[in-house]
């Protein structure tokens, strides 16, 4: 049996893949009943819990899709009540800090596969729930020298049957250092591009695909990101002073009229965006 | 006749849209013969020419899709020869500059309405050009003190049935703020993403939409794009300005741990982008 920690939009999504990838024996643990209601009716669980000790009894695998300050405190709650030989899994978007707690927390014959499965959706809750958010896109595993590499396989090959295009694994900081480039800073530009808007000039009768594109994210659940965002302050920070220097450069032509560096950094950018696949 | 200068990827996207809309007389001048020989091919024009002063003579439209630094110069080189009574329009992206060049240039019967179609692409050339890019899309007018009310909504309706969801007429200095922030700024921030990317790691293994979308548009037109942020570079300044004030309160709020700014922004910029129509 596979257990789902919290069925919001991403437990909720799992659910929905995992029904689709052929998976029937899959049950739920979440603090609300109404939504553990839901998913029973819609036939995405076969059980539903809001205290799950028997349940996480029965999982082979579990999967934490918990908000990331919870997480920790989860698996010490639980702890004694995992079955021996099981795997449990996250989609946690920071994993640093989880890597050092990890040990401290588990009894040795559980282990935790850290992932991290590249499709957010700015809406919570399982109404936005969907079995297609997972296709195509990348998963990120964060192997640690406690995982077993059956385990690890075990992981990757479910994130596969679920539709996810590959499975790279690298180091939890490696993670969190170009995650805190390519998920965080973007929402922080987003949400600061959108937030520099001065009022009262109904800018949306004056808008085109790009500022609708680089502001979508900016719609985002704030408590989520805020944990985010200070669990990988370093990083990001660090990503944020990289991101100034290169717009620096195009402040600087700007006040220079140097049509030269502009098009040598407009050419650069489109060289690199064209090679991204 | 309505006459296109410029069978770029905007020019010919408006061959196409009024194809669509059912012109039959429309011609174009380009300086490539092969494209104009495309263009003919293709049944979008029904003539064209590499000089053109016999098809201005009989438009009683000309549009001009070409480079923003060409746009003063043809109309010099052409002053005598538009029909007197016809209507220029354009699809240049910054337009102060313009409107302080045109009174010196036209003679008194040939009126220039400045306008601007938020539908820009990627790419270069006929090839890319779509008679879908406009479907709505938003449309700028920038009428000035010389236009003749009747010319503004001749151009206003043209824009309508090629498809754009609505016209706005606004002042060149108002134009060329709320682009900055809009168009510019966008494109500015996408560049400077992509290129504070460290080279090396493979970046796209570790990137999910967020990322896809805030860097789509770093794909750009060099020579276009230089011209535009140069030519606006004092409200583009301004609006990066803008920007950066945000992003300083994100970094301060890491730097300080300090949750409730992070979730106050995050909640500001979604209510934003959830009243952005």
Redesign the interface.
């Known amino acids: 049996m596979i257990a789902i920690v919290g069925l919001g939009v991403i437990g909720g999504s799992y659910a929905m893949a995992l029904r689709r990838a052929g998976y029937d024996q899959v049950c739920a643990i979440d603090q609300d009943e109404q939504t553990l209601e839901k998913a029973l009716a819609m036939d995405l669980i076969c059980a539903g819990s809001t205290h799950g000790r028997q349940l996480l009894r029965q999982a082979d695998l579990t999967i934490l899709s918990i908000y990331p300050h919870s997480v920790a405190g989860f698996l010490r709650e639980h702890a004694s009540d995992f079955k021996p030989g099981s795997v449990i899994t996250d989609a946690t978007g920071v994993k640093s800090e989880l890597a050092r707690q990890i040990p401290d927390i588990l009894p040795p014959d559980v282990d935790f596969v850290m992932g991290h499965p ?3 959706r700015e809406k919570k809750g399982l109404d936005f729930a969907s079995d297609r958010v997972f296709q195509g ?2 998963y ?1 595993l964060t192997p640690t020298a406690r995982n077993r590499e059956e385990n690890l396989k075990k992981v990757e090959k479910l994130a596969l049957e679920l539709g996810f295009r ?1 499975v ?1 694994r ?1 180091t939890p900081e490696q ?1 969190d250092e ?2 805190a ?3 965080q ?14 009022e009262g ?1 109904d ?21 989520l ?3 985010l ?2 669990q990988n ?1 370093a990083y ?2 660090e ?2 002073e ?6 620096d ?3 600087e032509a ?2 220079g ?1 140097d ?1 030269e560096t ?2 040598e ?6 060289r ?3 090679a ?2």
């Not at 800073?185 to 001065?198: E, F, G, M, R």
């Not at 004056?206 to 594109?213: L, Q």
């Not at 990289?242 to 717009?247: D, I, T």
């Not at 950094?265 to 489109?270: G, L």
């Open positions: 590249m499709a957010g896109a990348n990120i590959r790279e690298i993670h170009i995650i480039f390519t998920s800073l973007p929402h922080a530009l987003a949400v600061a591009l959108i937030n520099s808007d001065k000039r800018t949306s009768r004056f808008i085109g695909d790009s500022y609708r594109d680089l502001t979508r994210i900016a719609n985002i659940n704030a408590e990101w805020s944990e965002f200070l302050r990001l920070l990503a944020i990289g991101f100034e220097a290169q717009l450069i195009l402040k700007l006040r009229q049509r502009l098009v950094r407009f050419e650069e950018s489109s690199r965006r064209s991204m696949n």
